[in-house]
């Protein structure tokens, strides 16, 4: 008498998806996604702000978060400190950006938006809903409801980690 099959474990069924081919594991495809979606939203900022794509995000991140010191602003942009130190020099000599010693550290810096920069900051604002639409406009609500709570999993995991 033939035996079912017997199905894999759940850890041996997860491992299967862990070992897979190079383009089809998550960092590459994370990394594949923004290589697609960068050159737009790079286009997008300079025609519709002026501003180059790490200038357009330094902004959006200044106004979402203000008033941030640079390491502040290098974490929350996701780059580097010697990247947001020249955005945030760039902003602040366009006049986008206000730059004021930091009461709390007497070394460092503390960067807000300008009057012009704020105005700026709800056009690149306008600019980020519209990509994101853009980038995702291929799910459903459903669907981008459970990535995003999976994304904020994930991210928190890998803080901790």
């Not at 959006?60 to 945030?88: C, M």
Request: hydrophobic content about 40%; overall charge positive; aromatic content about 4%.
């Amino acid at each position: 008498m033939a035996r079912a099959p017997v199905s894999p474990a759940p850890a041996d069924a997860a491992e299967r998806l862990f070992n897979v081919p190079l383009n089809r594991s998550f960092t590459y495809r994370i990394h594949q996604l923004s290589k697609l979606s960068d050159p737009v939203s790079h286009q997008a900022y300079l025609q519709e702000a002026g501003l180059s794509l790490s200038d357009g995000r330094c902004l959006s991140t200044i106004g979402s978060f203000e008033p941030l010191s640079v390491k502040d602003l290098a974490r929350l942009s996701n780059l580097n400190k010697s990247q947001a130190s020249r955005a945030a020099q760039s902003l602040v000599e366009r006049g986008l950006v206000i730059k004021q010693g930091s009461d709390a550290d007497g070394r460092g810096v503390v960067l807000m938006l300008s009057a012009v920069g704020r105005a700026r900051w709800k056009a690149t604002d306008q600019l980020v809903v519209r990509r994101n639409r853009e980038i995702f406009g291929c799910l459903n609500a459903r669907e981008l409801a459970t990535l995003n709570r999976l994304l904020d999993r994930l991210v928190a995991h890998n803080e901790r980690a």
